[in-house]
C-alpha cells in the first residue's frame, strides 16, 4: 500500500515551513502539521517566529523608534512638531497586520507548492506513523509516510520563582500583547528579548529595570561590544541591574512585588507589569507517543547527528528543537538542508558563520570568534576598529555612536569574526558573513570598492586598520 506522504513534517516555524517548502521544491509530496492558533482563534503558520517571535517584536522596535526619534532627534533635522502623542491600539493594530500579512503569506507558499497543511497537533507513532489530532476533534487520524521531519520549536523557559499568570507575570508574547504603558516594567533577564522588549517599552515611557543574574552584560557577544552596548542602554535609561537573583514575584493587585538578591542584599521593587525572559527550552511535548522513543539530550533537545537524523529511523529534526543557537535563521538553513539530504545531495550548513543580531537603537551584531573566545584558544590575531563617528553616512543619519571591528588570524589574515554596534549593523553584519564563508583575508575586503557615503565603509575601514592603515580613521599615535 503506498503511503499518505513522502515526508511529513511537524512544526510551521522557520525550521518546519522551510524544510516543507524545499521538500516540496525537490519533488516530494509533503505535508506539514502545524497546531499554532492565533489570538483571533485562527489558525497560522509561522511558529514562534512569525507569530510571536522575531517579525512582531521588530514591528513594535520600529514603531517605538519612531515614536523616541519623534520626540528627541526631529529638533536637530529642523523638524518641529508641536506634541507627538501616542496610538497604541493602532500601534498594535499595526504589528497584528505585519504578522497577518507574513503568516498568510506562508499559507500562500504552501498552496503554490502543493504542500498539504494539517492543521492540528502531530504525534509519532514510530517511524513512517504519524497520528494527527485536528483542532476541535476528538478522534486522531492515521497517515504513513516515508520520512518525518521533527520542527516543533522551542517554547519560554517558566522559573518556579516567578511564575506567569498571563496578566501581570508574562513571557515575551505576553509583553508584545500589553495594551497600555506600564509605568514601571520589571524584566528577569538581560539576553536578547530583554533588552529588545525592554526598549520597547521604554522607548514608549516605561521605567524600566532588568534584573540580570550573571555578573556580566550579554556574555555571548564580544566583551567591548557588550561594554559599549550596556554604556548606551544605560544612557537611554534601562535601568540594567546585574549579579541581581530574582528570589520571588508575587502579583499583589494591580502591581508585582519582585524581592532578589544583589551584593549579599535582598531588595524590593514593586513594578505594573514583569516580563520573564530567562531563555527558551525545546518542546517536545505530546510529540511522540509510548513506541516513539528518541533520544533527547540533558537539556531535552532533540539529539541528531551532522545529517539531522535522530535515533528513530527516518525521522529527521531541525530548528530550536535541536538546540542553540535558537535563531530563525539557524533553522531555516537547517530547514533546507535536511530536505536536500532526504533528496540524495550533500548540503552543509556550516555553524561557524552564523550571523548574530540584536535589534536595539543601536543594533548589535556579529558572526565568528569574539577576542575573549581567541585568547582562551592562544589564537593569535590582528584587530582593526573603526568607530562609525568616522562615517559621513552615519553623521548624516545622526546615528554615529557604535563601532565595527574585525579580527583576523595573524599570520594568515583569515577573518576569524566581525562585532559591531551601531546604525543598521544588522544588515553590514552579512558582508563578513558572505567573506567568512569564502574563507576571505581582512586583506580582501579591504581591497573591496565599498559605495561612498555608505554605513559599509565603515567595514572597509575596519578591514583596512587590520593592517593599521584606516584612511578616514586616525588611530591614538603609539609613543616612541
Ligand atoms: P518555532 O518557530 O518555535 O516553531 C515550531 C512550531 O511547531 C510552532 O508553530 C508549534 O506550534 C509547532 N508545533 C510544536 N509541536 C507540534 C506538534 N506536536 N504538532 C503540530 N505542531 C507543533 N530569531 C531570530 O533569528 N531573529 C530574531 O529577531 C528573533 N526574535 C525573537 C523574538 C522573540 C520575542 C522570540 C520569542 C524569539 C525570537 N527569535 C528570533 C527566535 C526565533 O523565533 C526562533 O529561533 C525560531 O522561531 C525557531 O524556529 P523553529 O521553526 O525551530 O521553531
Ligand atoms: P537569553 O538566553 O538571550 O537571555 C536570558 C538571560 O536571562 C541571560 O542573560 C541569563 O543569564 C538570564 N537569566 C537566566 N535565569 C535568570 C534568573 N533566574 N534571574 C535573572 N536572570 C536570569 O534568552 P531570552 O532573552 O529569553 O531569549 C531566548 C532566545 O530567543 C534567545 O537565546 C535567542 O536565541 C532567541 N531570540 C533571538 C532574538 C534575536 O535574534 N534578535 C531576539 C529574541 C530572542
Known amino acids: 500500500m503506498s503511503k499518505d506522504y513522502e515526508v511529513i513534517v511537524i512544526g510551521g516555524g522557520p525550521a518546519g515551513y522551510v524544510a516543507a517548502i524545499r521538500c516540496a521544491q525537490l ?22 517566529c512569525l507569530n510571536v517571535g522575531c517579525i512582531p517584536s521588530k514591528a513594535l522596535l520600529e514603531s517605538s523608534e519612531i515614536y523616541h526619534r519623534a520626540q528627541h532627534d526631529f529638533a536637530a533635522h529642523g523638524l518641529k512638531i508641536d506634541k507627538v502623542s501616542m496610538d497604541i491600539g493602532q500601534m498594535q493594530k499595526r504589528r497584528r497586520e505585519v504578522v497577518g500579512a507574513l503568516t498568510g503569506g506562508i499559507q500562500g507558499l504552501f498552496k503554490a507548492n502543493g504542500i498539504d497543511w494539517l492543521q492540528g497537533t502531530g504525534c509519532i507513532e514510530d517511524t513512517g506513523k504519524v497520528s494527527l489530532k485536528e483542532h476541535g476533534k476528538s478522534r486522531k487520524k492515521n497517515l504513513t509516510c516515508e520520512k518525518i521531519i521533527i520542527a516543533s520549536g522551542s517554547v519560554p523557559v517558566n522559573i518556579e520563582v516567578a511564575p506567569f499568570d498571563g496578566d501581570r507575570i508574562v513571557d515575551s508574547s505576553g509583553a508584545l500583547e500589553f495594551d497600555s504603558v506600564p509605568e514601571r516594567l520589571g524584566v528577569i533577564g538581560a539576553g536578547y528579548i530583554g533588552v529588545e522588549l525592554g526598549s520597547v517599552w521604554s522607548r514608549l515611557g516605561s521605567e524600566v529595570v532588568l534584573l540580570e ?13 557588550a561594554r559599549e552596548a550596556l554604556k ?33 542584599e535582598e531588595h524590593t521593587e514593586t513594578f505594573d507589569r514583569l516580563i520573564v525572559a530567562v531563555g527558551r527550552r525545546p518542546y517536545t511535548e505530546s510529540l511522540f507517543s509510548g513506541n516513539a522513543r528518541i533520544e533527547l539530550d540533558e537539556k531535552g533537545f532533540v539529539s541528531v547527528n551532522e545529517k539531522f537524523r535522530t535515533s528513530l529511523p527516518d525521522v529527521y529534526a531541525v530548528g530550536d528543537v535541536v538546540g542553540n543557537p535558537m535563531l530563525a535563521h539557524k533553522g531555516m538553513e537547517e530547514g533546507i538542508a535536511v530536505a536536500e539530504i532526504l533528496a540524495g545531495q550533500k548540503p552543509q550548513v556550516d555553524h561557524a558563520t552564523i550571523p548574530s543580531v540584536v535589534y536595539t537603537a543601536p543594533e548589535i551584531a556579529w558572526v565568528g570568534k569574539t577576542e575573549q573566545q581567541l585568547k582562551k584558544e592562544g589564537r593569535e590575531y590582528r584587530s582593526g576598529s573603526i568607530p562609525f563617528a568616522a562615517n559621513g553616512r552615519a553623521k548624516a543619519l545622526g546615528q554615529q555612536d557604535g563601532l565595527v571591528k574585525i579580527l583576523a588570524d595573524s599570520k594568515t589574515d583569515e577573518i576569524l569574526g566581525a562585532h559591531m554596534i551601531g546604525p543598521y549593523v544588522s544588515e553590514l553584519v552579512q558582508e563578513i558573513v558572505v567573506a567568512m564563508s569564502y ?31 584606516p584612511i578616514h580613521f586616525a588611530p591614538p599615535r603609539k609613543r616612541k
Request: aromatic share 4%; charged share 30%; net charge positive.
Open 213 to 225: 543574574a550573571l555578573d556580566s552584560f550579554m556574555p555571548i557577544a564580544d566583551e567591548q561590544i
Open 232 to 264: 548606551q542602554f544605560r544612557k537611554q535609561g534601562l535601568d540594567i541591574r546585574l549579579q541581581s537573583r530574582v528570589v520571588s514575584a508575587k502579583v499583589k493587585g494591580k502591581k508585582v512585588e519582585v524581592k532578589y538578591n544583589a551584593e549579599n
Open 27 to 48: 519533488g516530494m509530496k509533503t505535508a506539514c502539521i502545524e497546531k499554532w492558533i492565533d489570538p483571533q482563534d485562527k489558525p497560522a503558520l509561522g511558529g514562534t
Open 439 to 469: 574563507r576571505a583575508s581582512s586583506e580582501d575586503i579591504a581591497r573591496i570598492i565599498h559605495g561612498h557615503p555608505t554605513l559599509s565603509e565603515t567595514v572597509h575601514e575596519a578591514a583596512l586598520a587590520v593592517d593599521g592603515r
